[in-house]
């Protein structure tokens, strides 16, 4: 890598105004910016296909997912892991988000974390086994624990992916796969947590969900596996039950209450006439795939 700035460091030309600007050009300026991360998004989309399908392997395998990253992209990271349990229904193990400093640095910026390359190996060979699947995030693509975190986990035989958004960085370098989103200089140079957090946590979202997809977590666009915890999320369990099994309200509820809350469960044991423990082994048989039994 040249000794040059990577593009998420340089200035903008289009806001080199930005304190000359009255409030509503200045706040159009920033909100238009991010749709260069929607673009670099879509560009990237085949790697980040390669990507998914490589994570779900090792899922089924019964690896786990870590992302790994430093400051926005660590906050990012585990953010995203954060959610899987409650939407998908998933083992609170199951994806991992790791930042450098630890869960101080959730909240609040923690000196020197991000240079710290022997936190990053350390943590790996702390928390990571050879069946996992690793994802190292950073804007400019040479965040040291992030980069040491990608090659311990690429020595211990776990997949290691990057997500950056600058060309030509070590961490791309050191991954077996990277999305590369080519978000450019920053309306506010330099701060990554504007268009290249947006284009990371697009990215994200769009990663996690699909692995959940492929691991039958999901029917139709139905987020078949949600974990009803809220009076919201409960009405929610409650149609898609409707839904699936053309059952009126009453005789949905019975058969969730009968199914312990659990949507596709219910939606067996309706589909198919037969009791709960019957529905959770022909769930397992299929791997949770609720198609395979519709």
């Keep these: 890598m040249s000794n040059a700035l990577p593009a998420t460091e340089e200035r903008n030309p289009e806001s080199g105004d930005l304190d000359l600007r009255a409030t509503p050009d200045l706040v159009a300026l920033i909100a238009h910016d991010h749709a260069h991360a929607v673009t670099a998004v879509e560009r990237a989309a085949p790697a980040i296909a390669r990507v998914v399908d490589a ?12 992302y790994v990253g430093a400051g926005t992209s660590g906050r990012l990271g585990v953010l995203d892991a954060s959610e899987i349990p409650p939407t998908f229904g998933a083992a ?13 640095a959730l909240t609040r910026a923690i000196e020197g974390a991000e240079d710290d390359a022997a936190a990053g190996a350390a943590m790996i060979e702390a928390d990571v086994a050879a069946r996992d699947a690793v994802i190292g995030l950073s804007a400019s693509g040479g965040a040291p624990y992030v980069l ?5 986990a690429r020595s211990l035989g776990a997949y290691a992916a990057a997500i950056v958004n600058a060309e030509g960085s070590p961490i791309a370098a050191a ?14 140079a330099g701060s990554t947590r504007l268009k290249a957090g947006t284009a990371q946590k697009i990215v994200l979202n769009t990663i996690s969900t699909a692995v959940m997809v492929r691991l039958g977590k999901v029917h139709d666009n139905l987020m078949v596996d949600v974990v009803a915890t809220n009076a919201k999320l409960r009405a929610r369990a409650l ?4 839904l699936l099994t053309g059952l009126e309200v009453e005789k949905a509820q019975a058969a969730l209450d009968a199914a312990s809350g659990r949507v596709k469960v219910a939606v067996v ?5 037969v009791d709960a423990a019957t529905a959770i082994g022909l769930l397992e048989r299929e791997r949770g795939s609720l198609r395979a039994l519709l």
């Design 55 to 66: 994570v779900v392997e090792r899922l089924l395998r019964g690896g786990r997912l870590h």
């Design 175 to 188: 991954a077996q796969d990277a999305i590369v989103l080519t978000t450019g200089a920053e309306v506010l």
């Design 92 to 104: 609170a193990d199951l994806v991992r988000g790791h930042i450098a400093g630890g869960d101080a």
């Design 148 to 152: 040491q975190a990608i090659e311990r």
């Design 269 to 273: 044991m309706t589909r198919r006439d």
């Design 239 to 242: 149609r898609l039950v409707q």
